[in-house]
């Protein structure tokens, strides 16, 4: 990645993620770009799981959609055990 920021990304940090086949720059705390493409790359898995998972061959956006939702769902599940469920 070169040091020339995107201007979206300009006041904050940003680092570049190899993502679904592709190479895509995205913002993310100043100092956590580790942990950015840390968490990218295991969003990347969950995706990939979800293609997998399907019968049919499915766009990049519908596995990402399906992967988040499921993320959520396990965001739920994990604060009603901690009694802090959503409605």
Do not use: D, Q, T
């Given at each position: 990645m070169n040091d020339k920021k995107l201007?979206?990304?300009e006041d904050i940090g940003q680092v570049e993620v190899d993502f679904l086949g592709q190479?895509?720059?995205i913002?993310?705390?100043e100092g956590e770009e580790e942990k950015a493409l840390r968490l990218a790359k295991r969003f990347e898995i969950d995706?990939?799981?979800v293609t997998k998972a399907v019968s049919a061959e499915i766009e990049p956006i519908q596995a990402m959609?399906?992967?988040?939702?499921l993320a959520y769902e396990q965001i739920e599940e994990a604060?009603?055990?901690?009694?802090h469920g959503v409605a």
């Open positions: 201007p979206a990304f190479r895509i720059v913002g993310c705390v995706a990939g799981e959609l399906m992967a988040g939702i604060e009603a055990g901690y009694g």
